[in-house]
């Protein structure tokens, strides 16, 4: 009789569905289940439904200043690395014009030549400051107390300002466990609500119309969206979108999680991205062209969680 397929993909596709979306499907579907509340018989449902609501939204709301500051804090870390790399590019000749290229001091700094430097991520970043100030401190009566303090500076400044993004990290990341499961229970409770009113109207497929918009929480087809986000379980791909990109587009790739994660053009749902793929580490971004995904002719945008234990969060926008 009545369709259920669309709010069964309610909570069975969560992930394809935007909490913008969620907000505006659910908020709607109250306001429609209060205009039809003749004599009072949705009255708890309403309330139960309402009562979700809030608890969820109100989290996303303390979810995304928590966000907000670590984004902020992330900008700090991300400086911080931009000047440690230019210092050490701009101090490098000082280095080469006391030990020349080659000795076994200059091999001490740049055991794999300055281009070590210029690719380091956030993984390694950290191992090279300690090295610099290290041997800064070790050749502070050849290259000056300068050199030293510049690199000591970095060294000491980016551990306090790794330690305070990673504490941040971890909140946002126990407030969107947290926030995680509040959605589920808007999502049962609209279940809930789909499953009831079907029984009531069994017959009257018109009915859905009454209650339920289901224009909200359909997928894109006209290919005018520019943004998508959502999150991706461990170990798992998920299909941001399905559409044809012109040859050209820039792609910004955020990773809004820890985790790491893998981006790519696929042929079909569910095929996942690998390390030869657009990989964007935890807390970071890269703009690329969509050619550099995979196959232009390809048009499911896939994202791999490489994290075995950990949730990933992603944006995906055209700019």
């Known amino acids: 009789m009545i369709n259920l397929k669309t709010f069964f993909k309610i909570h069975l596709d969560a992930k394809n569905i935007s909490d913008d979306n969620m907000e505006k499907f659910t908020d709607d579907h109250i306001h429609r289940l209060t205009n039809n509340n003749t004599g009072g018989k949705y009255t708890a449902r309403i309330t139960a439904t309402q009562n979700a609501y809030n608890t969820y939204f109100g989290t996303i709301t303390k979810e995304d200043r928590e966000l907000s500051t ?21 101090k490098e000749g000082t280095i080469r014009g006391v030990f020349h290229a080659g000795s076994p001091e200059y091999i001490k700094f740049f055991p794999h030549g300055i281009t070590e430097y210029d690719v380091a ?6 191992t090279l400051m300690d090295r610099m100030a290290h041997f800064a401190a070790e050749y ?14 970095l060294y000491n400044e980016y551990k306090a300002a790794r330690g305070v993004q ?26 809930r609500n789909v499953l009831a009113l079907a029984d009531e109207y069994l017959g009257e497929p018109e009915m859905v119309e009454v209650f339920f918009d289901q224009t909200i929480i359909q997928p894109d087809k006209s290919g005018t969206a520019t943004f998508w986000e959502g999150n991706v379980n461990a170990s798992a791909t998920v299909t941001i979108v399905e559409r044809s990109f012109a040859t050209g587009t820039q792609m910004l790739l955020r990773n809004t999680g820890s985790a790491q994660l893998s981006f790519c053009l696929a042929a079909a749902e569910g095929i996942a991205c690998g390390n030869n793929n657009i990989v964007v580490d935890g807390m970071s971004e890269k703009q690329i062209g969509i050619e550099d995904m995979g196959n232009i002719v390809n ?12 949730e990933g969060r992603w944006e995906v926008e055209i700019v």
């Open 70 to 90: 670590q984004r902020a804090k992330t900008k700090t870390v991300d400086t911080l690395i931009a000047e440690f790399k230019d210092a050490v590019r701009t």
């Open 121 to 126: 991520i956030k993984a390694n970043i950290k």
């Open 140 to 153: 502070e009566a050849q290259l000056g107390g300068e050199l030293l303090q510049i690199f000591e500076t």
């Open 166 to 191: 990673l504490d941040a990290i971890d909140v946002v990341d126990a407030d969107r466990q947290a926030t995680s499961v509040k959605r589920d229970v808007v999502e049962i409770q609209v279940m």
């Open 299 to 310: 048009t499911f945008l896939n994202v791999t969680n490489m994290d075995a234990s950990n």
